[in-house]
DNA sequence: GTCGATCCCTACCGCCCACTCGGGAAAGTC
DNA sequence: GACTTTCCCGAGTGGGCGGTAGGGATCGAC
């Protein structure tokens, strides 16, 4: 008698379908979307029929919040795992700026979030709440690293953090959007002078 | 012997149906993009049959091109009637900033063009070239704008026009997505603070 | 009033999709 | 080696989709 919601997968094989499906359905939704990636699709691609890929994932749905949550934690990792971030003010943007980097080199995460935020943003779409509160962990995070920065004195006290970190996931996002849709478009460079006009813009006036 | 593609629709009673269907597609496309968006949806919305529809746009495809083209239009006519953005420099961000508030008040429009991207950034989807041919038009009108006020010596002459014109559209395309995703996030005011930074930053050295 | 073009409908088709059912193979447990 | 649990498949179901076929109403031109 499985306790209704308690352990999805135990053996090693059940978890290593599970990994298999996760990265066949980020391939699969960032290609085509959450509407217009087929569940067939995602199970072919991890060597598995459709109903075998249910018996792991009940819903799409499910499915489709596994993946966010996984790759999101990944990210979140990265960040987290910098010294630079922690320390705020302008080694935090050079923190977002490693990401940034990073991000130029996988297309396909990029894309990921990219395509499923535009979808999500209608009101009964199912990574609705997700995003929305993705966004406003983020964007408090950011403000928290800005501040910290303002409270050591590299950056001047006056300015809104939470306007400037919105201004900052701003900028990574549509730089994203461009660099998709024309990947000459580069996305390392442009962020470095967003950061640069950041720092100067809060440079502490001189006592 | 209607010549294969010229009037579509010549009649006022035609004429009429096109334009409440094209309405009618902003308002689904934009809740439910273009790939969740049924046609029949646009056709009930229109007062039409689906087949009626389709006798006005063959194929849905073509209504989806009609929509962007028609909407967007609307959009450069606005900024094209703006005095300042002709004039270039600070004046030009002037003239942007009225976009912005003008996005703020117009949610659908707004959504529309999001979930769009969102969805096309994909190689094979139907308005992937339109909205990499978009962004590259744009990108071009607003790097000639802040050179025009390099040129006029408003803006400091040393700073790359076309890096700074995509930062621009980024925080535009970012801010948006946030407030979509938390209608309490305000585009105006966050796109102020980057105007102001961008002038900032773009100041002419002193002689 | 006639005639052709435009407009729009009812009925239908083929396809795709998420999900279900029932059963069987495999693997772990004792 | 029996028994349970996990894993996965073949076959099917109901609904939704874009697009087609063909005919009837409407309307402008003359």
Redesign the interface.
Known sequence: MPRSTKRPSSSARGARARDAILRAATSVFA???Y??GPLAAVATAADLTQPGLLHHFPTKESLLLAVLEERDREGAALLDGTEGWHRGGPAALDALQGIVDRNATNRELV?LF?????????DGHPA?RY??DR??RI?TGTAEAIRRGQAGGAFRGDA?AE??A??V???????Q??W???PS?DMT??FA??AE??K??LRPAPA
């Open positions: 290609r085509d979307g509407r217009g894309q990219t395509v499923l935020v535009g979808e999500s943003v209608s609705h995003f929305a966004y406003g964007r809104d306007t400037l919105s201004l996931l701003a900028v990574m996002d549509g730089l959007i461009q998709l849709l024309d478009q460079d442009r002078l967003f006009m950041t100067h813009f």
